[in-house]
């Protein structure tokens, strides 16, 4: 049982070049979300998706795009990287049922050049 | 919208003694408040939660207490020993949005 899983780990992206971040998650939840940390800051909310074909906007969705074709993976796309979009990403999970605890991944280091 | 405010956003204690951290929130539509602590370059973990229909909960070092009243509710650490050194959120869930608000976060420093 890995629970949430996100790949990869480190990435560096030049201004204008385009990546998926891939979440994975073991423990059949419903619900996932992309948050953003930017260095001493909080969690900023991308995306997020409430089941499988579902997706919704978050706080701060501009530049990105998801997709959740299938229940256990959450993708986000960055179509045309910005070095604003320098962060460190984090994908969580929960429940249904008892839809309150999140669980995250351990997130990826974006750096865009 | 929902907002959560959390303070202070720097709290340095003493080995030994105890940490509060405390947290409003605006919807009185809430009902699950949990805390996550995350260590420098890891991810966010859950440490302790509490429900709207509860007044307090006990972990071990760790509590938490609401006030729906007031619409706050805190997080109580005591004999604070060095590796609670971290960055702590408190978080408000409502159903309706299917979201935690989050607040910005809590260093503490644990002073030998």
Redesign the interface.
Known sequence: NAGVTQTPKFRVLKTGQSMTLLCAQDMNHEYMYWYRQDPGMGLRLIHYSVGEGTTAKGEVPDGYNVSRLKKQNFLLGLESAAPSQTSVYFCASSDRGTIYGYTFGSGTRLTVV | GENVEQHPSTLSVQEGDSAVIKCTYSDSASN?F?WYKQELG?????II?I?SNVGEKKDQRIAVTLNKTAKHFSLHITETQPEDSAVY?CAA?M?SN???I????TKLIIKP
């Open positions: 699950y949990p890891k991810r966010p973990q859950l939660d429900r959120f869930y159903d299917y979201q935690l989050w607040g910005a976060g």
